[in-house]
C-alpha cells in the first residue's frame, strides 16, 4: 500500500519555526517531483513548495519564498518542509504530495498523505 506520512505540525506562535517531515512507504518516490501543499479552512487547497527528484530544482510559493524550505534526502526516503518566520495566515493542513510532474497544480499530483495541522497563534 502506498503511503505519504507527515509528521512534524503542531502550534507555534507568530515568528516560529517548525519542520514537516514526509515519509513515503510501499512505493519509491526517488524519480518523483515531491510537494507541499496546503489547506486552510473554508479555503481551497493550494501549493506551497516542490523540489524535483534530486532536490536541485525548487519552487515556492510567493506567499511563503524567503520564509520556507524544501529538501529531500532521497537516501533516507524523506521530504522536508522547514517553516520560518511563521505567520497566522499560514495557519492549514499541510499535505506531502507526490508526481511526476513538475506542478503547482494539485490535480497533476497522484500521492497524498493525510496531512498535518500547522497553527500559528499571533
Known amino acids: 500500500q502506498v503511503k505519504l506520512v507527515e509528521s512534524g505540525g503542531g502550534l507555534v506562535q507568530a515568528g516560529g519555526s517548525l519542520r514537516l517531515s514526509c515519509a513515503p512507504s510501499g512505493h519509491s518516490f526517488r524519480m518523483y517531483v515531491m510537494g507541499w501543499f496546503r489547506q486552510a479552512a473554508g479555503k481551497e487547497r493550494e501549493f506551497v513548495a516542490a523540489?524535483?527528484?534530486?532536490?536541485?530544482?525548487?519552487n515556492y510559493a510567493d506567499s511563503v519564498n524567503g520564509r520556507f524550505t524544501i529538501s529531500r534526502d532521497n537516501g533516507k526516503n524523506t521530504v522536508y518542509l522547514q517553516l520560518n518566520s511563521l505567520k497566522p495566515d499560514d495557519t492549514a493542513v499541510y499535505y506531502c504530495?507526490?508526481?511526476?510532474?513538475?506542478?503547482?497544480?494539485?490535480?497533476?499530483?497522484?500521492?497524498w498523505g493525510q496531512g498535518t495541522r500547522v497553527t500559528v497563534s499571533s
Open positions: 504530495t507526490a508526481s511526476y510532474k513538475d506542478s503547482i497544480n494539485p490535480a497533476d499530483y497522484d500521492y
Open positions: 523540489a524535483s527528484w534530486n532536490g536541485a530544482n525548487t
